[in-house]
């Protein structure tokens, strides 16, 4: 197995969960794995090309609305299709319905960046081709799309006839009785203009409420002795490609397709005009040479090489890869929690980010990570605004899923009710600080979230008669127990924020007076908050049962009865699409982490008996019903010394994509298992953490593997790590020395290896 590609021999199975896994992205644009000239139409399928935040907004029509319940949903869009390709040799139509699949192989390469499908076909007349199709998505010139087709007549001359195809004719999916998947207008672009320009035809769409308009233009190029005519129809424009195929020659065709839109361009349709005619200049190896070099960058620093678990290897190659592809890289995009590769969740932004997507991002490619919390800061006003209608008279409060900034989650008791987003990005705030040193960010942008941030949530909260700082009425992390009061998970995060923000707040003003300055200006900030903050910090209620030695998940949790799970049969899991959420709310059963990712994440606010002792207890009651969580129970099983469970959850998480383990990869990748896989190689099996400014490391080594090795950028640094049997070899490699901690001991890494037992 080549752990750098995924491949696959079988076209007949799953079509529409390989349109998910060989799905090609760049952040900006994602284009859905599916075969060019498309498959037949019995077969299940969602053709998807997406722009990361071009979305349509949508009324929620609601039975009852209630005071402050969302008005709007938004929606991520089909945009214009260009993937269409069909091929005709002596007039009959190549398809693999059809004729005879000599051989078939297609592959995602993650080093290369492109994805190849190569056929060898006998068409029902005895005509044999051979077809290599490769696509690429430019990392570099991220308005292009690219397809080269390789066409080789194996036992006859003749006739080719490719018709490559413009389409703004598009439709979204809508599944309503799976609240995963989404239920957008499936109509909802409308063509506005269609026109050709010197062989380029373009195509151009709009939205009714969002307003925006989106340019896909394209253009091909071929061998000299083909002649191209050109079709415009109402919504798509066809290019005609003929000539003539000598047996065994090799023919190549090259489809440009360029997007560009309102949200990013002035000028969408002459931009357009300009980017395609500039990339026309150059040939796919042009662009297949720099998405090499490119993408050797990526792997320089986040590569993770793990010797002796051949499959795992690949896993976590792809889920990088995946990441990075689906990683928005401008102030409007953020990652959703599928990515750029289908449409599950209607393309929304989530706490997903934070706190599973945003470590590996922060820890190898910093820069990356940065935009995420810039998109934040993008969206500030919008949740000011939102923290108004929601009756808060201070503060912001952030969507639990949006696109452009408008909480577009309709059932409140699994979504605006999940506070905790706020403190997700103040800890991803702050973690970055930790991590990167960046005072500019934080002076011009992080510190402003924060604050309006901790003001939100010192607004919900309030002091108890016995002088402890509690917060009621809110959903922690996990889904099937909502609207709780004092959620362990929502009150330590908050601490954390209020404990540091004074520090923080403090250090800015030694560097960056007047920026700060003007920031309390803005948004009339007063100091005294800052000693309010740090009280409510110090008294924060966090609850736990003294007797039992637990920490209880809310107030009401350990009141609540234990699921019957010797009784709930296999198949009715997931449980939230067989019970009302009442039933769960019920009971004690947790959809994912909660407490324990709370210790994951502030290790420090409890004991490490304690930590265990709920491991133990909410292992039991957590059904894993969401894929954020065994990552979650996977490093801290390594934290609490149970290596070979920590194993089975990595396996887990690792594959569920690639395995489509919960049955639903068909619409999108896990983004955030994704990033949970990466974490719990690091944060898990590395025992890595961020204590107090230092970097640290308790490293548990699964029996099976033979060595582990990765990078770490820290404070301007670059680490190599590598792991084998009970050794940790720490190595600088960028930057200067410094000290680490592992299992407990300070010591000092540079140049030269430093090995720890
Ligand atoms: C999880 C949420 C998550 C969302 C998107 C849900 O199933 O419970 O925590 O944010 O999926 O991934």
Redesign the pocket.
Known sequence: MNSWILKDNNYKESYQLKETLFSIANGYLGVRGSFEEGLNKEIPSVRGTYINGFYEKEEIIYGEKLHGFPDNSESILNVIDTQGIKIKINDEEFSLDKGKVLSFERELNFKKGIATRTVHWRSPKGNEINIEFKRLISFVQKELFLIQIEVEALNFDGDIEIISIIDGDVSNIVVEDDP?VGSANAKALKVINVKQENNCSFVEANTKNSNLTVVSGISHKYPKKFQETILIEQKNINHFIKGNLLKGEKNIFTKYAVYTDTIRYKNEMSNNIEILNSVLTYDFNHFASLQEDYLNNFWKYSNIEINGDEKMQQAIRFNMFHLLQSAGKDQWSNIS??GLSGEG?EG?Y???TEIYIFPFFLFTNPNLAKNFLTYRYTILDSARKRAKQMGHTIGALYP??TIAGEECSPFFP?GTA?YHINVDIAYSIIQYFEVTEDISFMAEKGIEMLAEIARLMYHIGHFRSDGKFCIDAVTG???YTCIVNNNYYTNVLTKNLFDKIGVLWNKIKATHKDKLERISAKIKFNEVELINFEKAGKEMYLPFDKERKLHPQDDSFFNKKVWDFENTPKEKYPL?LNYHPLTLYRHQVC??ADTILGHFLLEGETELEFIENDYNYYEKITTH????STCIFSIMANRTGKHEKAYDYFMNTSRLDIDNLHHNTENGI????MGGSWMSIVFGFAGMRVINGELSFRPNLPKKWESLNFKINFKNRVLNCYLEADTIEIKLIEGQSLKVNVNDNLIAVDETKTIIK
Do not use: G, I, M
């Not at 019903?625 to 954020?628: A, P, R």
């Not at 896990?670 to 298992?673: L, Q």
């Open positions: 995963r929690a599928k969740y929304h989530f706490w997903d639990w899923r699994a999940q992390p996990d889904e939230l959809k994912q019903d969401s894929s954020l896990h983004t955030a298992c």
